[in-house]
């Protein structure tokens, strides 16, 4: 039990590193809109901002859905246990949210075009 839960914490710490890479994207992104509304010189065209953000959603959702994967089989391990589920209830339900948030964020992307986008986004999850 206890080797299946370790694999299961590192899945989650590899997934929270793949978090980290998407807020520095979303951080470059914001960087790129600031200087666009500042009239600055941006540092991604438009085109090539919404790809990323786009891709950045994406990944996103997939995080979202690997931890949804990560929280039902450790809540599936404490159930054998016979431990006490709500925590791990709780975790699937917050999980869940996320997943239709992105999935939501997706569709609102897709909705946009170059000159929306800066309108639209918010690449903060």
């Not at 959603?57 to 589920?85: C, H, P, Q, W």
């Not at 339900?93 to 999935?103: D, H, Q, T």
């Amino acid at each position: 039990m206890k080797k299946e839960e370790i694999k299961y914490v590192n899945y989650q710490i590899i997934t929270l590193v793949i978090s980290l890479v998407t807020t520095i994207i979303a951080i470059v992104i914001t960087v790129n809109q600031k200087r666009g509304l500042q009239k600055g010189p941006k540092i991604l065209s438009n085109r090539n901002t919404l790809k990323l953000t786009t891709f950045n959603r994406v990944v996103i959702l997939f995080s979202g859905i690997f931890f949804l994967y990560i929280n039902y089989e450790l809540y599936n391990l404490a159930k054998e246990r016979n431990d006490d589920l709500k925590s791990y209830e709780l975790q699937i339900a917050a999980s869940i949210l996320v997943v239709i948030s992105e999935i939501i964020a997706l569709y609102v992307i897709s909705l946009s075009s170059t000159e929306t986008l800066a309108d639209v986004e918010n690449p903060n999850i």
